[in-house]
Structures are given as structure tokens and as C-alpha cells.
């Protein structure tokens, strides 16, 4: 089983800048991709980057030279750095783990962002 446990949300100003983290733990096998979902208030889970243990990363267009996001293989970690933030990005940030050479799937509880106009 693995655990993933996300941090760093919180309310900022539109402009302004958050990181989040988010930490494997259990049973992670390599090669996977972690990544970060965002759901909005009554809108789906949609993804916001993506990065594989290789280093493949894809961003959504709408967060395209705003958000960055990295990894630490040997820590099982995901990050996400947020600048320039809007308030549509605004909702519930999800870390996520998928490796399906190996059937995982997993999922964090999520951590609020929300951003004030």
C-alpha cells in the first residue's frame, strides 16, 4: 500500500506564490508518474502537470509558465511551485501516483488552494 501525503496549500492573493509538497510512502515501485490534479468547487478533477521518475513533465495549457513542478526520486516526492496565481486556481490540489506497469494507483486527500481576487 502507499500513502501520499500533500502540504503547502493555504489562501494567497491573486499574484502571489505557494509551493506544495507532496510525500510517497509504503510500497513505491519505479518507473511511475506523479503529478498534481485540481478540482474547483462543483467542477471535475482535472490535471495540472504531470511528471514522470525519468523526468517527462506536461503542464495544463492555463498553468503554462506560471507552475513548475519537480521531484525528488530518492525522497519519493512531488512539488509543485504556484507563482503568479489567478483565482480560477482556486480549488482542491490532489497529488497523484500511477505507475500502471506495476497497478498502482493512488490518490492524496487533497490540500486547499484558494486564491482572493
Known amino acids: 500500500q502507499v500513502q501520499l501525503v500533500e502540504s503547502g496549500g493555504g489562501l494567497v492573493q491573486a499574484g502571489g506564490s505557494l509551493r506544495l509538497s507532496c510525500a510517497a510512502s509504503?510500497?513505491?515501485?519505479?518507473?511511475?508518474?506523479m503529478g498534481w490534479y485540481r478540482q474547483a468547487p462543483g467542477k471535475q478533477r482535472d490535471p495540472v502537470a504531470t511528471?514522470?521518475?525519468?523526468?517527462?513533465?506536461n503542464y495544463a495549457d492555463s498553468v503554462k509558465g506560471r507552475f513548475t513542478i519537480s521531484r525528488d526520486n530518492a525522497k519519493n516526492t512531488v512539488y509543485l511551485q504556484m507563482n503568479s496565481l489567478k483565482p480560477e486556481d482556486t480549488g482542491v490540489y490532489y497529488c497523484?501516483?500511477?505507475?500502471?506497469?506495476?497497478?498502482?494507483?493512488?490518490w492524496g486527500k487533497g490540500t486547499l488552494v484558494t486564491v482572493s481576487s
Open positions: 497523484h501516483l500511477a505507475s500502471p506497469y506495476y497497478s498502482m494507483d493512488y
Open positions: 509504503g510500497r513505491v515501485f519505479s518507473p511511475n508518474t
Open positions: 511528471i514522470a521518475t525519468g523526468g517527462t513533465i
